[in-house]
């Protein structure tokens, strides 16, 4: 069997999903490419369940936000396969006023803990989940804390501009 590379990859997946994956990059190596939240999970299992390519590992789920971007609240999956040790990465983008998407627990048992955390900072519903509730900050917030929709503590200082933390 031949090594499993990017390029491979690629052509698996373009394969398999055509027009439902987009913008296939590789940043220092890594795979990274993008598909909407109707595709996710059958993304996901084929990455899991395929024979060749064995993305067995979860190795993370967190969210990011670009408040500018129509569809601002991100997803993004970090699988590796510890067969071939080759790693991919896969981002969701959905919108800010509804970021909902399946869950990835029913595939990996270790997602439970990565979804609670990415709902409990950016406000991501995953559907199915079977436990989404705050896992990290009190029960009584009603803000997500890793959203950027709120100014820095003191605007009177000079370190603190928003524009050096990304905002």
């Keep these: 069997?031949?090594?499993?590379?990017?390029?491979?990859?690629?052509?698996?997946?373009?394969?398999?999903?055509?027009?439902?994956?987009?913008?296939?990059?590789?940043?220092?190596?890594?795979?990274?490419?993008?598909?909407?939240?109707?595709?996710?999970?059958?993304?996901?299992?084929?990455?899991?369940?395929?024979?060749?390519?064995?993305?067995?590992?979860?190795?993370?789920?967190?969210?990011?936000?670009?408040?500018?971007?129509?569809l601002a609240i991100g997803v993004v999956y970090h699988l590796h396969s510890l067969r071939s040790n080759v790693r991919v990465r896969i981002k969701v983008f959905l919108p800010a006023d509804k970021p909902v998407l399946p869950t990835a627990s029913n595939l990996w048992k270790g997602a439970n803990w990565m979804e609670r955390e990415t709902f409990d900072f950016f406000g991501i519903q995953f559907e199915g989940h079977p436990d989404l509730r705050r896992i990290l900050n009190v029960d009584e917030m009603t803000v997500f804390p890793m959203r950027k929709e709120y100014p820095l503590e003191d605007p009177n200082r000079v370190d603190k501009k928003d524009y050096f933390f990304g905002r």
């Design 1 to 70: 069997m031949e090594k499993l590379t990017n390029q491979i990859l690629i052509q698996k997946l373009s394969t398999k999903f055509g027009e439902r994956i987009s913008i296939p990059t590789e940043p220092y190596g890594l795979l990274t490419f993008e598909t909407g939240k109707e595709s996710i999970t059958e993304v996901l299992t084929f990455l899991k369940e395929d024979a060749a390519l064995q993305f067995n590992y979860l190795t993370d789920i967190t969210g990011i936000h670009y408040p500018e971007k129509e």
